[in-house]
């Protein structure tokens, strides 16, 4: 198997029929052998009812998981990673449309340099065509405040400039909304952290793969719509806003920073 396509599902009824559709069409001209893994985490709509019926359409490529119980972002795309047959895992939320000749660009930069390129990741927007902010430096404590309290205008300056990068460029982290990475470095790697039930996993993943000695690589040049569901943020207080605070707490411990971001050399992109 080429690329296993990691995907979890809660009540996500509204939009996974699609994000299956786009990634049939976007590969359909293309001789990559694909799977596509799907846990659901206890949804209470018609999620499991519609993988059920999308999995007996196409028993060969998609294998759907059922959880009674929602086990969280990184234990569950730990649980499809570990099943996963793929040489490179693409892992993408349910909400994402996958856009043709977008896989096949993230591959070739992925292969342009193995020595250091640990995780690709294409430009993200909105359905209406605005640039998604889903790339950052790591953050400290200040930068998640100034962030939650200002996102839509953090986007939009950022995104003003964003609009003309033309060139690959490495990161510090990319949301994992869409991530292409090569099974052997994600062994090497390590799953992700399941002490951190729903956020920031992704950060804590792609700090690891900096001190592993590889990049974070920006693709801007292809891009996938993101129907972003932002279920932590707002300021009525929910579950997912608590464990994203829990998580943000245990990652600042984890890697002992809170004000002074972690620095890496980062070197020119051959």
Same mark, same amino acid.
């Given at each position: 198997?080429?690329?296993?396509?990691?995907?979890?599902?809660?009540?996500?009824?509204?939009?996974?029929?699609?994000?299956?559709?786009?990634?049939?069409?976007?590969?359909?001209?293309?001789?990559?052998?694909?799977?596509?893994?799907?846990? *659901?985490?206890?949804?209470?709509?018609?999620?499991?009812?519609?993988?059920?019926?999308?999995?007996?359409?196409?028993?060969?490529?998609?294998?759907?998981?059922?959880? &009674?119980?929602?086990?969280?972002?990184?234990?569950?795309?730990?649980?499809?990673?570990?099943?996963?047959?793929?040489?490179?895992?693409?892992?993408?939320?349910?909400?994402?449309?996958?856009? &043709?000749?977008?896989?096949?660009?993230?591959?070739?930069?992925?292969?342009? *340099?193995?020595?250091?390129?640990?995780?690709?990741? &294409?430009?993200?927007?909105?359905?209406?065509?605005?640039?998604?902010?889903?790339?950052?430096?790591?953050?400290?404590?200040? *930068?998640?405040?100034?962030?939650?309290?200002?996102?839509?205008?953090?986007?939009?300056?950022?995104?003003?400039?964003?609009?003309?990068? *033309?060139?690959?460029?490495?990161?510090?982290?990319?949301?994992?909304?869409?991530?292409?990475?090569?099974?052997?470095?994600?062994?090497?790697?390590?799953?992700?952290?399941?002490?951190?039930?729903?956020?920031?996993?992704?950060?804590?993943?792609?700090?690891?793969?900096?001190?592993?000695?590889?990049?974070?690589?920006?693709?801007?040049?292809?891009?996938?719509?993101?129907?972003?569901?932002?279920?932590?943020?707002?300021?009525?207080?929910?579950?997912?806003?608590?464990?994203?605070?829990?998580?943000?707490?245990?990652?600042?411990?984890?890697?002992?920073?809170?004000?002074?971001?972690?620095?890496?050399?980062?070197?020119?992109?051959?």
């Amino acid at each position: 198997m080429d690329v296993s396509f990691i995907i979890l599902t809660w009540n996500s009824e509204r939009y996974v029929e699609a994000c299956l559709s786009h990634i049939k069409a976007a590969l359909a001209s293309t001789s990559m052998r694909y799977e596509i893994r799907i846990l *659901d985490n206890g949804s209470r709509d018609s999620t499991p009812a519609l993988l059920r019926r999308l999995a007996a359409e196409d028993p060969d490529r998609i294998v759907p998981r059922f959880e &009674p119980e929602n086990q969280g972002t990184s234990g569950s795309r730990n649980i499809l990673s570990a099943a996963a047959t793929g040489t490179y895992l693409c892992v993408m939320d349910s909400d994402v449309e996958l856009r &043709p000749g977008v896989l096949e660009g993230l591959l070739r930069a992925l292969e342009s *340099d193995r020595e250091r390129i640990g995780i690709v990741a &294409p430009k993200i927007v909105y359905p209406d065509g605005r640039w998604q902010k889903s790339i950052d430096r790591f953050p400290t404590l200040f *930068d998640k405040i100034h962030r939650f309290l200002r996102l839509r205008q953090i986007e939009a300056r950022e995104g003003l400039d964003a609009e003309s990068w *033309d060139e690959p460029r490495y990161v510090d982290y990319a949301i994992s909304a869409f991530w292409l990475v090569r099974r052997d470095i994600w062994n090497e790697v390590g799953q992700l952290d399941e002490r951190i039930f729903y956020a920031p996993e992704d950060v804590d993943f792609c700090l690891r793969v900096w001190r592993h000695g590889y990049r974070i690589l920006y693709v801007p040049t292809v891009s996938v719509v993101h129907h972003t569901q932002e279920i932590s943020r707002g300021l009525i207080l929910n579950r997912a806003k608590l464990n994203h605070v829990k998580g943000l707490l245990y990652y600042f411990m984890k890697h002992r920073y809170v004000l002074r971001r972690p620095r890496f050399q980062v070197g020119e992109i051959h």
